[in-house]
């Protein structure tokens, strides 16, 4: 016989942040074009913000673009000839032009398409065509304009500010202190990723990943009883902790779920063989905080847009670029060590297509979402102890915008 | 002599033994060895329920066969017939979520995955 549960205020994450309030927020944010055009002024364009992977320029010579319409521009990130990691605006000192115009690549040179205008990898300018006919140019001043860059944990960050007010380190404080450690570069060799430009507030899409209060419901015919059981019937959190800008969410697993047949042969043949020891013992302080038994999956939510996953053997993050207040091109990436054998690779790819397809339901239900936000039938969203996230990351905007 | 050694490593990769022989009964099947997430995923959507169920069921009983064999297999130079079984796990994969989860084709009220575009592939 179910247990009826006691009419109670369970609020133990909002009573660890009491500054947070637990009033409703408002929709605005999620509908307004203003509020749109602020957040790239007074956020987007002056924190980090990872744009890839070092795995993705491995040589010297390798090169990715990154096209940033939030912050007006397109970034290229290039590894020099000294193996620096290196970003600039990918724009031509002459006229203007676009210098890269393809995703990725190797070169030893980038040559400009319009004039042949040549920058080295290190960004400065080696080679005007027809130079003798300008008026007294310096080429040591026409390089590249360089975009500040650092890495952390193998993550590639850019800050599009002339000025950053602060370091890399700084920025991610404690957050990225507590998952330092975690395997990432040797999880990081194979990388299964989508896009898409789904049509929602990118902020409709970072709620729905960083609150578990839908996977019962929404997610019930994929991994409803993956984080939800007998124990914990509403998928509650083992831990908030929240930083000055960022959150993170400990989830729990489900022991007693069965799985399906095909998840069950995925899951016998897929021993994942990594050098890193994944035991809790040796894992970042930040990784399980509470060290709990049975722990699955932690969010690391950085500020503003990008999430960060980690799990036993996996990890994986969802990067949300805004184009509009209702357009957003949403990246997912999923990593996994290298399969050693076909039957590991298969187990991945079990594993990468419930993900996707779990995906898909919220693809639909943020689509849903947003097209009534603007409606104007209502001016609130209510928030429940466990959506403490959402809240946070509305607070943390506030303190941008009104700077 | 070279010619004829030629001629008898490619008769191995040839339509007569597509998969590797233990595995020849699931022939029938090959149309599911795709090899990109792509074609696997359109080939899911544009398939009846009876045709995937078909292949699920197909499949299942011999994946205890199956996998022990392709854990031999390092992804790299893989021959070509082991490639073909291979594939045809990862539809197996593909399809799961249709019969285990859904019970149709596509993701119950779910997103347009035409829309979700593979980059790794």
Redesign the interface.
Known sequence: MAAVAPVSHHNKWHDRYPELGTKPIPIEPYISREYFEKERERIFSKVWLNIGRVEQIPQPGNYFVKDLAVCHTSILVVRGKDGAVRAFHNMCSHRGNQLVWDKQGTCQLFACKFHGWTYALDGSLRHITDEDNFFGLKKETLGMTPVAVDTWEGFIFINVDPNPKETLAEYLGEIGTGITGYPFDEVSVTCFSWQTDLKANWKVIKDSFQEVYHISTLHRRTVGNVFAGRSNAYSHALDFTLFPRHGRISLFGNADRQPTAVESLAQRYGSMLVKHDFSVEKMPKGVNPTRDPSWSVDGNILFPNCLIYVSEGTYLTHILWPLAENRTWWEVRVYYPKATTLAQRFSQEYSKIIFRDLLMEDGSTMERTQSMLGSGAKQEIQLQDEELLVRQHHKVTETYLNA | MRQGRNTKRKAGRTAECPLPKPFQDLAPYLAWSLPT?RERSAKRQASTMAEITAFYQAM?PR?EEV??Y??????EN?PAD?KSL?FL??S???V??AV???GQPS?????D?A??????D
């Open positions: 997430e299942l994946m996998l022990p392709l854990a031999q297999f390092s992804p893989t082991v291979f796990t990862l197996l994969a593909e799961a979520p285990e989860n859904f993701v119950v009220e779910g997103y995955i829309r979700f575009i593979p980059v790794h």
